[in-house]
């Protein structure tokens, strides 16, 4: 086994199809927390951030190994949820630019991703497959429980940053007279 993935794999035309579609998560997930890293302002948040990126790539390599290995090439793009998830994280940061609103999509990612996992797993593979697919299931797993803890963190103590822009949107409120959000 070369990264996890198995030298000779056999996929069907669904399996391949359902390992390309987890290659797009993987990849999407990628892309979500390089953007988040860039976003926030907490050395220690984005070392998370890249560390959960370090981690997808490493997934997203060895998925694309067996892919490879089928004799199939591996996707290039995300899917197209994770792509309006992400425009639609886009749109709401520019609302709420705080670091538990970045961490509150990430985490959303990551339900879709850990729901993604859950149904291949459902599927007959290989044992080394399967194995490989528990495993990333568990690091999103234990991703999602990070990142939910990072919020129920925030939830019980507030940061400055979460102030600032409390404070920014409540001038703001008063100054177009806008009722608040709730």
Same mark, same amino acid.
């Given at each position: 086994?070369?990264?996890?993935?198995p030298?000779?794999?056999?996929?069907t035309g669904?399996?391949?199809?359902?390992m390309?579609?987890?290659?797009r998560?993987?990849?999407?997930a990628?892309?979500? +927390?390089?953007? %988040?890293?860039?976003e926030?302002?907490? *050395? #220690?948040l /984005?070392?998370v951030?890249?560390?959960?990126?370090?981690?997808?790539?490493?997934?997203?390599?060895?998925l694309?190994?067996?892919?490879?290995s089928a004799?199939?090439?591996?996707?290039?793009?995300?899917t197209?949820v994770?792509?309006?998830?992400?425009?639609?994280?886009?749109?709401?940061h520019l609302?709420?630019?705080?670091s538990?609103?970045?961490?509150?999509?990430?985490s959303?990612?990551e339900?879709a991703?850990?729901?993604e +996992?859950?149904? %291949?797993l459902?599927?007959?593979?290989? *044992? #080394?497959i /399967?194995?490989?697919?528990?495993?990333?299931h568990?690091?999103?797993e234990?991703?999602r429980h990070?990142l939910?803890?990072l919020?129920?963190?925030?939830?019980?103590r507030?940061?400055?940053?979460d102030e600032?822009?409390?404070?920014?949107?409540?001038i703001?409120?008063?100054?177009?007279e806008?009722?608040p959000?709730?």
């Amino acid at each position: 086994m070369r990264n996890g993935a198995p030298e000779a794999v056999r996929l069907t035309g669904d399996a391949l199809t359902a390992m390309r579609h987890l290659i797009r998560t993987c990849d999407s997930a990628v892309e979500g +927390y390089l953007a %988040a890293a860039s976003e926030v302002h907490d *050395p #220690a948040l /984005r070392s998370v951030f890249l560390d959960l990126v370090a981690e997808r790539q490493r997934c997203c390599s060895e998925l694309t190994d067996v892919v490879r290995s089928a004799g199939s090439v591996p996707p290039s793009d995300g899917t197209v949820v994770a792509m309006l998830h992400r425009r639609w994280m886009d749109i709401k940061h520019l609302v709420d630019r705080s670091s538990t609103a970045i961490i509150n999509a990430c985490s959303v990612g990551e339900r879709a991703a850990e729901h993604e +996992y859950r149904v %291949a797993l459902e599927r007959d593979w290989q *044992p #080394a497959i /399967r194995t490989m697919l528990a495993r990333h299931h568990s690091l999103i797993e234990r991703a999602r429980h990070t990142l939910d803890g990072l919020l129920l963190e925030r939830a019980e103590r507030r940061t400055e940053e979460d102030e600032l822009v409390e404070r920014e949107l409540a001038i703001a409120r008063e100054r177009w007279e806008v009722p608040p959000l709730t």
